[in-house]
């Protein structure tokens, strides 16, 4: 009898779960070679074992490779792919595959949604970190048109960010949608903006910023 695609399947699994995702790779090539077809549990048990154990860019490969052989990740396939990209700080290829994900209109169900407000706060707040302030803000809106809650270290750091560009106007919108949010920033939040508007003789601003506080 001839092993199929579940038998190699479950083997995948027991590797990759033990640690040897490199022997699980092996037997992903004997797997092709008796032309036996993997499927999208085959895909998802390599890529969450390579995940694992830091191995992204294989991963990433095993991803590519799926898709030619016209299967769609679904948004825990990307999950894990962005998780383990903000792990090591490369956020720019975090938000690469969030785009890629959205562009695919490929949406997270109930089980992985906490799993995509965590990525999509973190990849913000990443990329504000590495000075790519555009894109993070672009990302933080569309996290809002697709009601995806924003965390308040999120408000916070986009906030510190503008502040630190000199768009104050940003800045304060910042604030404002914070509120609006139900969130509520902390002192050193507050002071930061205060002394922005002052340090620009934005005194109106200073003012309205005085009161929501």
């Known amino acids: 009898m001839e092993p199929n695609v579940f ?45 694992k154990e830091g191995r992204l860019q294989e991963a990433v490969e095993i991803l590519d490779r799926m898709k030619l052989q016209g299967l769609q990740p679904d948004a825990g396939l990307y999950g894990k792919i962005i998780s383990g990209f903000c792990d090591i700080n490369k956020f720019q290829e975090a938000a690469n595959f969030l785009d890629e994900m959205v562009l695919g209109r490929t949406l997270p169900n109930r089980l992985t949604w906490s799993l995509h407000v965590r990525i999509y706060n973190m990849v913000v707040q990443g990329l504000c970190t590495k000075s790519d302030l555009s894109r993070a803000f672009h990302l933080y809106l569309s996290m809002r048109t697709r009601g995806i809650s924003v965390e308040t270290g999120t408000f916070e750091t986009l906030m510190e960010s503008f502040c630190k560009n000199g768009d104050l106007l940003k800045a304060g919108r910042m604030v404002d949608e914070m509120v609006i949010d139900g969130c509520t920033p902390n002192e050193g939040a507050w002071s930061m903006l205060l002394g922005a508007f002052w340090d620009q003789k934005m005194v109106q601003e200073a003012l309205n910023c005085f009161r929501l506080r």
């Open 7 to 51: 038998t190699y399947s479950s083997l995948m699994d027991g590797l990759c779960k033990d640690g040897h995702s490199s022997e699980a790779m092996e037997l992903l090539e004997t797997m092709v070679s008796k032309h036996c077809k993997p499927n999208m549990i085959t895909y998802s048990t390599l890529i969450h074992g390579l995940c």
